[in-house]
């Protein structure tokens, strides 16, 4: 049977090729076309969506691949391969098609990317020579019939699988059913009203230099915060602007409430993104929203910096001297922004890499010299309160070597699960590294959103988080809308800026209760996770690695299969960790498997009662929620026991599909993030004679899943 099986294969070789003898250009053809779309597409990014940068990059590469062939093929017909020149062809088709698809297919192992993508380039090149052999060389036989019947299958179904939008997930739906506490969230009072839009008229100008605006401003010199460009990067970038980091414009849109004066503003930087898109103009559905609620909203154009690296530093200058030209044009009379900004209340907002910088300048804010160099000094000291990162970036500018580490200021972070760009919640990192004292009411809250992209944030970029042709391997047909993901921010910065610059706390408990308010947002999943200024932490986990001891206490744990302390990372294919440690627990086949923390005095709970971070390790969508006890035991003995359900649902990972590669691997990426569980005092039930104020241990107890695997971390009274 194998014999006849080897022989049937030779034979099939035999008959291919006969029929493929003089279809090379059949192969050259597919490897042009790869070629030509490729580099006109790549030329749309960088320059412009024009028909003809597409149709000069399609001209110039393939005559440019010609001509070097011809030139190689000269020369080795005699030296190498009479074929030469079709092996080069092949050769080059191949790097450009398996190289755009490594690096489109976000999420994927590079490993495999690359097999799929070198399977799928060979039937295509075999298509092609079958397509050239019926049609050019009209080898009208049965064999070569049925294989261009295949090799237009196959590019048909090629081209829908590029060029579609791809792939539906379904993991948020089934999440959705197992969230009870979510599916039937009730009615608040008046939230309705509050997140429609607002009472006051927006009105919006433009500022710069270039006098094309309604306010003239200067410029200022960022050269000491930013390496010079290479010669041939400041060519490309006189195509688009004729300011250099020297004279860096002072520009952007300001949307303010017609009726309204003294109002707390909110700056806003976006991040790195094509020179060719003017990025500011994204955050209009933002600032008009704002506005409308009695804020001024500034939304600063750093495009002057966009396509470098190493420039977070002056991104955060260049906003700090935004602030201080707004301020000034605050108190002009004559501008129509006069008396419209209350000083006192400031917050930074930033996206991406702005995100990230938001920090930076805050920091800069603070300090009088550079810490780069202390040559440069700063005079800043403007009242920042606040801070909102969306999908930020992080430690793309260390000041001194040094994390950026924040102290007494409220701090938002969104991210996205689907995010294409910045895969992982890099924001966490930042969000760790702040801290409070107990003078203020400070907070410090993260929400993680299913379905969310990099993009879709701002109403420039969009769909796609990677530029032409990279963006057609991605998958972007599981995002929420970009109406839904816009909805969100809207919501959860409205709640934030009132609480922080307004004082106003009637809806704050959003940013500590995303699911009471659910019924009010996108149908999607949600991952919370905060610290209040009023905790008083048990342990964080950071002290040692003794997994006996706590801070003034100690610790045991029973009938679990793994108990460590571990740094966590941004990812299971991350790299880099973050410098957080957390208890990881695992246990399986009994409900007997506790976890307990004693200390060495009393500790007393305050009707704020408990919380801790937790995150469900296990990857099984159809799984039971993970719920476990938590039992408080006082002096006397005398207990209080709720479970984490009463209060929450923790969801498992979040198995995401960033490109359209893993839909045909199978392969999903698991997104895990720490989720705060909050357990109020009165969800205790306390058996008689029970005294919160004397509170000797705290038990977790695995009593409800028999198998399973946790972190805990963060485990803090509150009041």
Sequence with gaps: MKKNLCGRLLEYGRACRCELKDTGWGMKLVVLVI???????????????????FSGGVILSDMLLVGIVRLLSHIGDRIWHRNIGNILYGIAGALIFVCSCVYGSVGNEHMVSTFFAT??????????????????????????????????????????????????DDYISEYRNHNTYVTQAGEVDGFVDYIAQGEYTPVCVTYGPDGETDMATGTVDLSPYVAKEKKWHRIYRNFFTKHTRKDAPVAGKIWYPAEAENCPVVFMAHGNHSITAESYLGYDYLGEYLASHGYVFVSVDENILNERSGENDA?????????????????????PVYGKIDENHIALMGHSRGGEMIADAYLFN?????????MFTFDYHY??????????SVNQYLPAGHETELSDVDYLVLQGANDQDISVFLGN????????SKDGAYIASSLYIAGANHGQFNTEWGGYDIGRPFSLWLNVKNFI?????????????????????????????????????????????????????????????????????????????????????????????????????????????TNDAYYEIMTDGQMAMEDGGICFDAMDLREEADDEPMDFSVVLTDIHGNHAVSSVSDSVILYPAFPVKLSKIQYLTGKSEYKRQLQT???????????????????????????????????????????
Excluded at 35 to 53: D, H, Q, V, W
Excluded at 429 to 436: C, G, K, L, P, T
Aim: aromatic content about 14%.
């Design 481 to 589: 809308t970009a109406e839904d993901q816009q909805e969100i921010l809207k919501i959860a910065s409205l709640v934030f800026l009132d609480k922080s610059l307004k004082e106003n706390n009637t809806y704050a408990d959003f940013l500590t209760d995303y699911a009471k308010y659910a019924a009010y947002l996108p149908k999607t999943l949600y991952v919370q996770q905060y610290e209040t200024s009023d905790a008083s932490f048990i342990t964080d986990y950071e002290e040692d690695s003794d997994l006996e001891t706590a801070p003034g206490g100690s610790i045991s744990a029973e009938h679990f299969t793994m108990w460590t302390e571990e740094e966590l990372a941004d990812s299971e294919s991350a790299m880099g960790k973050r410098e957080n440690h957390a208890v990881r627990l695992k246990w399986k086949d």
């Design 35 to 53: 070629t030509g779309f490729f580099c006109g597409a790549l030329a749309t990014e960088y320059f412009g969506n024009r028909i003809y940068f």
């Design 383 to 392: 009242s920042i309160q606040a801070l909102i990162a969306v999908a930020p």
């Design 366 to 374: 603070e300090y009088d010299a550079y810490p780069g160099n202390g």
């Design 429 to 436: 990192e930042q969000y760790e590294n702040v801290s409070f």
């Design 677 to 719: 569980v909050h357990i109020t005092a009165d969800q205790f039930v306390a058996e008689d004679g029970f005294n919160r104020e004397q509170i000797k241990s705290i038990r977790f107890v695995f009593d409800r899943i028999e198998n399973g695997a946790i972190n805990l971390d963060n485990i803090a009274f509150v009041k």
């Design 119 to 168: 399977l799928i380039y060979i039937l295509l090149l075999l298509s092609g020579r079958f397509i050239w052999a019926w049609l050019v060389k009209r080898h009208h036989t049965l064999f070569c019939g049925i294989h261009f019947a295949a090799g237009c299958v196959i590019w048909c179904v090629f081209l829908v699988f590029l060029f579609g939008q791809g792939f539906v």
């Design 315 to 335: 991104r955060a200058v260049l906003l700090l001297e935004n602030i201080g030209e707004i301020l000034k044009k605050n108190k002009d009379e004559s501008l």
